[in-house]
């Protein structure tokens, strides 16, 4: 699935892997298609502040955000798993609300 | 001779593709750029030859498993290879299929499938170790028309004992059907000795290309077997009333339409580079990394190993788990922070997964082959060690 996302004023087109799917809910990837700079501890951060479970390790943000486990790299890259439903419009959607969670604090 | 491998790369997935050798890289470019025309009853020199060359090909393949070539059928994947016995035989309700819960979803779905039609399948469970326990693939097989279980398995790298349960099978009366993805590719396994009916594998997991396959069958399975897919060279005649399958080879039968010439080529050109390394003593470098891979992970705290630990039973195929990380989250961070190439996921296994650890979403594989080294396992060690607990 193409998408984008509107990123420090620019717009970043993105595409939705499917990884692994287990009936009711699946695992994907977001791969950005060109350059973004995620400053990861500000999201970290904004996560904490919402009361969700996050932490930065070897360059990569990890959190869990209503049972789902999310990995954001720096690049913008992340990996969701058990997103449900199982479907990349979920997926996206979780995507955007992470890191929009980043812009309403900015 | 693998060109592909960048110097700081670290590629430990071969159990889903191993690296294209030099030699199959060479015989795919040359096909395009030399000779470039079909194959099977040309009439001008070049269609002659490369119909030659397909067949050194299959010969060379066949070869790999001890096989006569006039037994061996090329496919385009191990899938569509157990794909053509699944749809080939013509089944009756009532029959009996017999798999296990190892494995890969190649090798279970066909048969799952088969319950629209009213066969009975039945999965064995294995042993907590991961190996298919005989005395229950025994049990289950009274009356089955078909068993089809895994060489080893492609998530744990547990290494069955084919013959064994092809000795039971046989005793019971039914077809034997082995995926052989993985055990062709790491062992050097006689299957013209053991004549199971028939055994499956992939040129990918061979040196050799995407896109290529090659299943072996033997007379049992030769006189039930019905080609569920139809084209041009099944036929010997044809008109409005009917048609007439082909005699010979009997092989045609099974390989509709214009084959994947290129990538037949470059499999048989990765059977001769194989045939010509020091096979057993390669193989056994790769079972000593395994051994120094297992010895490491069951040192790093927090990590958790998956599958027995008898190295003369296992393929240097390694599923783990680092705690404080799912496994897409090891993975990611292994490819990105580590450069190491590895997999994450259940791996087209998610029954094994659910009955032997209740682990739906499965773990981290790594997969050792003769291009990796002592280095390789110690970067793989280090990421793991410095990873630790996330802050």
């Known amino acids: 699935m193409r998408a984008e996302i509107v990123w420090m004023g620019l717009s970043v087109p993105c595409v939705v892997l499917e990884l692994c799917s287990y009936g009711a809910s699946g695992d994907f990837q977001v791969l950005p298609m060109s350059m973004m700079e995620v400053p990861l501890e500000k999201v970290h951060s904004s996560l904490l502040a919402r009361g969700m479970k996050a932490a930065v390790t070897d360059g990569a943000l990890l959190a869990v955000m209503d049972d789902v486990q999310l990995i954001l790299n720096a690049d913008g890259r992340a990996v969701m798993e058990h997103v449900v439903p199982c479907s990349k419009q979920a997926a996206w959607y979780i995507y955007l609300k992470i890191m929009q969670m980043k812009l309403d604090q900015a | 001779m693998f060109p592909s491998l960048g110097s700081d790369e670290v590629y430990l997935d071969s159990a889903a593709k191993t690296l294209t050798c030099q030699p199959s890289l060479d015989s795919m470019s040359e096909y395009y750029s030399k000779c470039d025309v079909n194959v099977d009853r040309g009439i001008y020199q070049r269609s002659i030859d490369a119909s030659i060359a397909l067949e050194d090909a299959r010969s060379a393949v066949a070869k790999m498993i001890r096989v006569q070539p006039e037994r061996l059928v090329f496919s385009s994947s191990t899938t569509s290879a157990i794909n053509t016995i699944a749809g080939g035989i013509c089944w009756r309700r009532g029959d009996r299929v017999v798999t296990t819960a190892l494995e890969h979803h190649s090798n279970f779905l066909p048969w799952l499938k088969l319950r629209e039609a009213g066969v009975d399948v039945v999965v064995v469970p294995s042993d907590p170790e991961g190996y298919i326990d005989p005395d229950q693939f025994e049990a289950s097989l009274a009356g089955a028309r078909l068993a089809a279980f895994t060489h080893a398995s492609n998530a ?26 993985q055990g062709v590719s790491h062992g050097d396994p006689d299957i013209g000795g053991l004549d199971p009916d028939a055994y499956a594998f992939s040129g990918h997991k061979c040196f050799g290309p995407t896109g290529t396959g090659a299943l072996y069958l033997s007379e049992r399975m030769l006189n039930v077997l019905e080609p569920s897919v139809l084209g041009g060279g099944s036929a010997s005649d044809s008109s409005a009333e009917g048609f007439t399958l082909r005699e010979e080879p009997v092989t045609a039968r099974y390989e509709p339409g214009t084959p994947n010439i290129a990538g037949i080529l470059g499999f048989g050109a990765a059977a001769h580079y194989r045939a010509s390394l020091d096979w057993k003593n390669l193989t056994g470098e790769v079972s000593r990394l395994l051994g120094l891979l297992l010895e490491g992970l069951d040192a790093t705290p927090g990590v958790v190993v998956f599958g027995g630990r008898d ?18 989250q090891l993975g990611t961070l292994l490819g990105c922070r580590y450069g190491i190439m590895v997999r994450s996921g259940h791996h087209c296994a998610p029954t094994l997964w659910k009955t032997l650890y209740g682990r739906p979403e499965g773990a981290v594989r790594a997969s050792l082959h003769v291009y990796n080294s002592v280095g390789d396992v110690d970067r793989l060690l280090n990421a793991l060690n410095s990873m630790g607990m996330p802050r």
Do not use: E, N
């Not at chain 2, 084919?162 to 077809?175: D, H």
């Not at chain 2, 003369?312 to 788990?321: A, H, K, Q």
């Open chain 2, 156 to 181: 744990i790298g547990t290494l069955q004992d084919i013959t064994a349960l092809t000795l039971i099978a046989r005793q019971a009366g039914a077809l034997v059907l082995i995926d052989g993805a």
């Open chain 2, 311 to 328: 190295l003369s039973r296992r393929t240097p195929v390694v599923s783990f788990g680092l705690k404080g990380y799912t496994p897409h």
